[in-house]
Nanobody
Framework: VQLQASGGGLVQPGGSLRLSCASS????????IAWFRQAPGKERERVSC????????YYADSVKGRFTISRNSAEKMVYLQMNSLKPEDTAVYYC?????????????????WGQGTLVTVSS
């Protein structure tokens, strides 16, 4: 099982980025897939998740209406479209999967992680 996150970078406030998570070694549809982020000195927090069973999506209150998670099973990709970015969105972003298939807010419940990609929102 491998996950590879990419797409981070430097963006001005109000700008957009799309993060990508490439998967291999498993069938994407069988798992819950989440994006987490961790800012310096802060705990890792779940930004968004998409459930295995019904494709239901979950978002942190701080990103609702601005971020969108999506899954392309054929391409084995998961995306996080981030719009109207704010300086407080600055963090290292990680994709992760949970083999149980249900989304969880706790990072401890996720079984496999990709390496992080840094998003910096600054003018």
């Amino acid at each position: 099982v491998q996950l590879q996150a990419s797409g981070g970078g430097l963006v001005q406030p109000g700008g957009s980025l799309r993060l990508s998570c490439a998967s291999s070694g498993f069938t994407l549809d069988y798992y819950a897939i989440a994006w987490f982020r961790q800012a310096p000195g802060k705990e890792r927090e779940r930004v968004s998740c998409i459930s295995r069973y019904d494709g239901r999506t979950y978002y942190a209150d701080s990103v609702k209406g601005r971020f969108t998670i999506s899954r392309n099973s054929a391409e084995k990709m998961v995306y996080l479209q981030m719009n109207s970015l704010k300086p407080e969105d600055t963090a290292v972003y990680y994709c992760a999967i949970r083999t149980l298939g249900l989304c969880s807010i706790s990072s401890h419940d996720y079984d496999y992680w990709g390496q992080g990609t840094l998003v910096t929102v600054s003018s």
